[in-house]
């Protein structure tokens, strides 16, 4: 399964950013779906996941109440709404699939996509 992210880029503090995770021609539907980041020099991390239904979610603490997973099984394609971004935000974001589960543990996930970069300026 191939996962394209997109939405990325440069946005001032306090800003916001949509990125979106398609997988164009194949159904996502049945699967969990995660949203992870990595900065130079730190371990990747899970900011949020969903299972297939979009009825669990998942957060890190430190983007609760400011970012937003959703998912339209119907487009095959998940989202995550960043709000009120702070300049410690800034990563390259990862969208990845889930085929057993979902959650927050990365080395649980089959299918990565190849990121994009989410610049948070101060």
């Known amino acids: 399964v191939q996962l394209q992210a997109s939405g990325g880029g440069l946005v001032q503090a306090g800003g916001y950013l949509r990125l979106s995770c398609a997988a164009p021609?194949?159904?996502?539907?049945?699967?969990?779906m995660g949203w992870f980041r990595q900065a130079p020099g730190k371990e990747r991390e899970c900011v949020a996941a969903i299972n297939w239904s979009g009825g669990s979610t998942y957060y890190a603490d430190s983007v609760k109440d400011r970012f937003t997973i959703s998912r339209d099984n119907a487009k095959n394609t998940i989202y995550l709404q960043m709000n009120s971004l702070k300049p410690e935000d800034t990563a390259v974001y990862y969208c990845a699939l889930d085929r057993e589960a979902w959650g927050p543990t990365p080395y649980n996930y089959d299918y990565w996509g190849q990121g994009t970069q989410v610049t948070v300026s101060s």
């Open positions: 021609g194949r159904t996502t539907r049945r699967y969990g």
